[in-house]
């Protein structure tokens, strides 16, 4: 891992996640009654688990409102659900200072254009493999996975290998790996 990527990556304690084209592949199944349905990859997840195991906060920060995006977070032990956020960098200032947060040790993960005044918030910003071109020169990192398909995972332990934390989770697992 590049060295300043790295020092980014220290300072983090508080991940905060777009949602459709990161945590998923995008795509939006909506069936005639209207009800919706989205793809969430088991492996992210369970990322998000073992990151927040280490002590880093998760947010979910989106711009669309979704019942199933509720479901998923409850179902991971997430709390901070923003939905149906027009301006992201505004919420994300007023979160910021109710967690009494500086940007610096805040990771955000994007895939679109209304995420790039986040990234300039941050201390350390990524966008997923499958993100337009002009989103993936604003961010710090671009994942080699596509979103809804392993990127928020390679974000978590890239994270929790510079924080030297992914040897503690790993070992939960009668494992000990060094990252």
């Not at 084209?21 to 073992?50: A, P």
């Not at 998923?72 to 109710?98: F, N, P």
């Not at 974000?155 to 503690?168: F, N, P, S, V």
């Amino acid at each position: 891992m590049d060295r300043s990527l790295s020092e980014k990556l220290k300072m983090v304690v508080l991940l905060v996640l777009d949602v459709d084209g990161v945590l998923t592949d995008g795509k939006i199944i909506v069936d005639d009654l209207g009800n919706e349905s989205k793809n969430f990859n088991v492996r992210d997840g369970h990322g998000l688990k073992l990151l927040m195991r280490s002590g880093v906060d998760i947010v979910f920060l989106t711009g669309r409102e979704s019942r199933v995006v509720k479901h998923r977070a409850d179902e991971l032990g997430i709390r901070d659900v923003y939905q149906g956020v027009k301006d992201k960098a505004k919420v994300l200032g007023e979160i910021l200072v109710t967690k009494g947060l500086s940007g610096e040790c805040v990771a955000y993960v994007g895939d679109d254009i209304v995420d790039i005044p986040v990234f300039r918030m941050v201390g350390f910003s990524a966008t997923v493999a499958d993100a337009l071109d002009y989103v993936k020169a604003e961010s710090d990192y671009v994942t080699g996975k596509e979103g809804g398909n392993g990127a928020v995972r390679e974000i978590c332990e890239m994270i929790l290998t510079a924080r030297e934390k992914w040897g503690d989770v790993t070992s939960r697992y009668g494992m000990r790996v060094e990252g």
